[in-house]
Antibody, heavy 121, light 109 residues
Framework: QVQLQESGPGLVKPSETLSLTCAVS?????????WGWIRQPPGKGLEWIGS???????YYNPSLKSRVTISVDTSKNQFSLKLSSVTAADTAVYYC??????????????WGQGTLVTVSS | SYVLTQPPSVSVAPGQTARITCGGN??????VHWYQQKPGQAPVLVVY???DRPSGIPERFSGSNSGNTATLTISRVEAGDEADYYC????????????FGGGTKLTVL
């Protein structure tokens, strides 16, 4: 069974960088899927942030691209998110997930439980 | 960029049929996925590739997609179906990324 677990600070100051890590268990991160991040501001809808392949190939939401970096560590079977210059608008529950299969549009089929990140001084 | 439009809310009585629409330009040419999200929980995939169901999802959940509208249909609605529902497509036009609809709150009366 594929399991994903987000970790990282729950509180980030404005203008600083938000950093989260997703640990994957039950499946090798090097086995054909992209791995992604999705966020959800309180009371609002889902927003896809971006995803990464084990080779390091990435896709980002154009609206966030200038501030987002997603990286992968295959030796630890985990991937990470960095979002720079955060503001209150970046306050959200952040989910990591198993994204689409390479070169397809297969759905996001496994999700982490989500972690709330609040941007506040 | 590609936009998906969902009604903010749909209400239905128990035992009736709920239809949740997802509008997009020529969406019929894309594969549409649908997710159910209950309060405080991560989304769960209920329909993929327009009309297929993942293992464990009741047959009451079905989907269709044609022209400019995709539809999630929930038959014989139960109280436990009350949730937010999101449609999703992969936009491969210029930038390549996932697009979500704004979500529809299904209320079981």
């Amino acid at each position: 069974q594929v399991q994903l677990q987000e970790s990282g600070p729950g509180l980030v100051k404005p203008s600083e960088t938000l950093s989260l890590t997703c640990a994957v268990s039950g499946y090798s991160i090097s086995s054909g899927y992209y791995w992604g991040w999705i966020r959800q501001p309180p009371g609002k809808g889902l927003e896809w942030i971006g995803s990464i392949y084990h080779s390091g190939s990435t896709y980002y939401n154009p609206s966030l691209k200038s501030r987002v970096t997603i990286s992968v560590d295959t030796s630890k079977n985990q991937f990470s998110l960095k979002l720079s210059s955060v503001t209150a608008a970046d306050t959200a529950v952040y989910y990591c997930a198993r994204d689409r299969y390479v070169d397809t549009a297969t759905p996001i089929d496994y999700w982490g439980q989500g972690t709330l990140v609040t941007v506040s001084s | 960029s590609y936009v998906l439009t969902q009604p903010p809310s749909v209400s239905v009585a128990p035992g009736q049929t709920a239809r949740i629409t997802c509008g997009g330009n020529n969406i019929g040419s894309k594969s549409v996925h649908w997710y159910q999200q209950k309060p405080g929980q991560a989304p769960v995939l209920v329909v993929y590739d327009d009309s297929d169901r993942p293992s464990g999802i009741p047959e009451r959940f079905s989907g269709s997609n044609s022209g400019n509208t995709a539809t999630l249909t929930i038959s014989r609605v139960e109280a436990g179906d009350e949730a937010d529902y999101y449609c999703q497509v992969w936009d491969s036009s210029s930038d390549h990324f996932w697009v979500f609809g704004g979500g529809t709150k299904l209320t079981v009366l």
